[in-house]
């Protein structure tokens, strides 16, 4: 079974910066690999997502575009999320997803389960 796990999270100061990971074991390729954070008293958002096939697209939400950069490594079945000049308002549980096909829209087919991203001085 293909399960995904997120490293990386941890205290940083408001304009600081913090690289996550998220690593899928398991025979596994995916389509699309997601990032999704849910902070306290918000709904969860999809933030930021990359894209295979002919090329290679990358999306990203308005509130961290500029600062937040996300890439992988299909070799190594590995997603990362590089995040710069930090705001407090980026604190939050950060989950990676993904999903193998096309099929089903933005249903993701795994996730991982979160690691803590605390933006404070």
């Known amino acids: 079974q293909v399960q995904l796990v997120e490293s990386g999270g941890g205290l940083v100061q408001p304009g600081g910066s913090l690289s996550l990971s998220c690593v899928a074991s398991?025979?596994?390729?995916?389509?699309?690999w997601a990032w999704y954070r849910q902070a306290p008293g918000k709904q969860r958002e999809l933030f930021a997502s990359?894209?295979?096939?002919?090329?290679?697209?990358?999306t990203y939400k308005d509130s961290v575009k500029g600062r937040f950069t996300i890439s992988r490594d299909n070799a190594k079945n590995t997603v990362y999320l590089q995040m710069d000049k930090l705001k407090p308002e980026d604190t939050a549980v950060y989950s990676c997803?993904?999903?193998?096909?096309?099929?089903?829209?933005?249903?993701?087919?795994?996730w991982g389960k979160g690691t803590l991203v605390t933006v404070s001085s």
């Open positions: 990359i894209f295979s096939g002919i090329s290679i697209s990358t």
């Open positions: 398991g025979i596994f390729s995916a389509y699309v």
């Open positions: 997803a993904a999903k193998e096909t096309a099929a089903g829209g933005f249903r993701m087919d795994y």
